[in-house]
């Protein structure tokens, strides 16, 4: 009897410890199967999908000013990425985003980004005490990033951007258009020159 009863006892336990190792197992292949791939490089999957959402990774690639990052946690601090990028001490830096579309959007340092949003293209960082200056359909603005995207050249200027262009003025040369996703760089020696109009459409 004391040998059956040890056998029975033994029996139970092996089914348990197997079962265990199933559900483990079922565990492991289910947050394998949610993983759709290693890698996401962000920026390339913007331009090639636009706002749509990126696939769930191991691994997000996202290019902050001119250097690309491998992150693993999608969600993370405006102060982590700047920590990551080197942008010491943090809080003498800005850090913005810039959305599909020519949005940019300022991350506070407590706050977070979801890497996994749709649309979200790439960060930019400056030094918060510089300011740049532009001016736009003869208005002069005071601009704290040294990069500046066609739609919010418009936002700015007040006008429709469905139906406005904006472009910038060169001297001696053609003026040239800025599409709502297009980044200016405000950096450039004196002082940039804006103007809005209208979107002219040709019938065919």
Wanted: net charge negative; hydrophobic share 40%; proline share 4%.
């Amino acid at each position: 009897m004391t040998f059956l009863f040890v056998s029975v006892k033994l029996g139970v336990r092996c089914a348990y410890c197997s079962n265990l190792w199933s559900v483990r197992k079922m565990t492991d292949s289910i947050d394998a199967m949610r993983l759709e791939t290693n890698e996401v490089e962000l920026e390339t999957w913007v331009r090639q999908h636009g706002a749509v959402q990126p696939p769930l990774a191991q691994y997000y690639i996202v290019r902050i000013d001119d250097q690309s990052y491998k992150l693993q946690d999608p969600v993370i601090t405006g102060a982590q990425l700047l920590d990551e990028a080197c942008k010491r001490p943090v809080d003498e830096y800005l850090i913005f985003q810039l959305v599909h579309g020519g949005q940019l959007e300022e991350i506070r340092l407590d706050e977070t980004a979801d890497l996994r949003a749709p649309g979200v293209e790439r960060f930019i960082t400056w030094h918060s005490d510089r300011s740049f200056r532009f001016v736009i359909d003869g208005r002069r603005f005071e601009w704290g990033a040294p990069l500046i995207t066609g739609l919010r050249l418009k936002q700015l200027a007040g006008v429709d951007p469905a139906s406005y262009g904006v472009w910038l003025e060169v001297r001696g040369a053609e003026d040239r258009p800025i599409a709502d996703n297009e980044c200016v760089d405000l950096q450039a020696p004196g002082i940039e020159r804006f103007f809005t109009g209208k979107k002219t459409t040709t019938e065919g």
